[in-house]
């Protein structure tokens, strides 16, 4: 095995540190999701990420066997690259010809999936393929590595892709994903949230930032300051979110709140 290909120690700290950062997200379902597929597009060297979970309903390679439940992307240059790909879901079939998502993949019942387009089609196949040029080619995409989960008829699915002009995927990195795959499952509904559960993604604005003030020891006249706000308007603030949470007094909205001050944070920051 070439040096190159084996994973280093840094390739290590960086799965473990990623995995790290989605525990610490981890109360908040949508949270946790969107910085995995937004970190990974880093850790891998990846143009594009997209993240979905789907439930299968109905037998592999008829029309719409996968309904998506949630679809999370990013890192597209432009929209119109972004539509280009995204054709593929009117279509109803993932595993159209010469997708390297094949229904074989898909459906396998086993519980971790990694693989790279190479796996599943040679460049003479890939390059002359309907899939290629319908959708990858047109959004200005190439070389791809995946990594599929399955729980029960719940298909979660990572594609990372690289643009048209970019080096393909090493070895290397097809290793790394396989690791980030493990630590995942061992967390999935334990410190990972499970789907459909409260996410501060659904608070306002306001409300979010007067939290974030709470949660991190300001008292009601601190965080008016904070936020150029009334005392009195923060203290509406502060009674929408008990009732919010249905908690009786500020100990019990921190104690139940403590688990989302990461999520809190970063979603503040991005804005």
Not at 120 to 133: I, Q, S, V
Not at 171 to 182: D, K
């Amino acid at each position: 095995m070439s040096k190159s290909q084996r994973m280093r120690i840094r390739d290590y700290r960086r799965i473990y540190e990623l995995v790290g950062q989605c525990r610490e997200l981890g109360a908040d379902p949508l949270a946790w999701r969107e910085h995995l597929q937004n970190a990974a597009r880093d850790v891998f060297g990846s143009q594009i990420a997209i993240y979905t979970e789907s439930d299968r309903v109905a037998e592999p390679g008829t029309r719409d066997w996968l309904r998506i439940r949630l679809h999370l992307d990013s890192g597209w240059p432009c929209e119109s690259d972004r539509r280009a790909m995204f054709r593929l879901y009117e279509t109803g079939h993932p595993d159209c010809e010469g997708s390297p998502f094949t229904s074989e993949i898909a459906d396998s019942p086993r519980l971790l999936k990694v693989g790279c387009r190479r796996d599943a089609l040679d460049d003479r196949r890939w390059y002359r393929g309907f899939f290629y040029n319908e959708f990858m080619k047109p959004a200005h995409m190439d070389d791809a590595i995946m990594m599929r989960h399955r729980l029960g008829d719940e298909i979660r699915l990572l594609v990372l892709q690289r643009a048209n002009n970019d080096v393909a995927f090493e070895l290397r990195q097809i290793r790394m994903l396989r690791l980030l795959g493990v630590e995942l499952a061992r967390e999935f509904n334990q410190s990972l949230a499970a789907r459909g559960g409260f996410s501060v993604a659904d608070l306002a604005p306001r409300l979010r930032q007067v939290l974030i003030g709470l949660l991190e020891g300001d008292s009601e006249k601190q965080v008016a300051l904070r936020l150029s706000l009334s005392q009195h308007t923060v203290h509406d603030y502060v009674k929408s979110l008990h009732k919010r949470f249905q908690v009786q007094s500020r100990g019990e909205l921190l104690s139940r709140c403590q688990p989302y001050l990461r999520s809190l944070q970063a979603m503040q920051r991005k804005h």
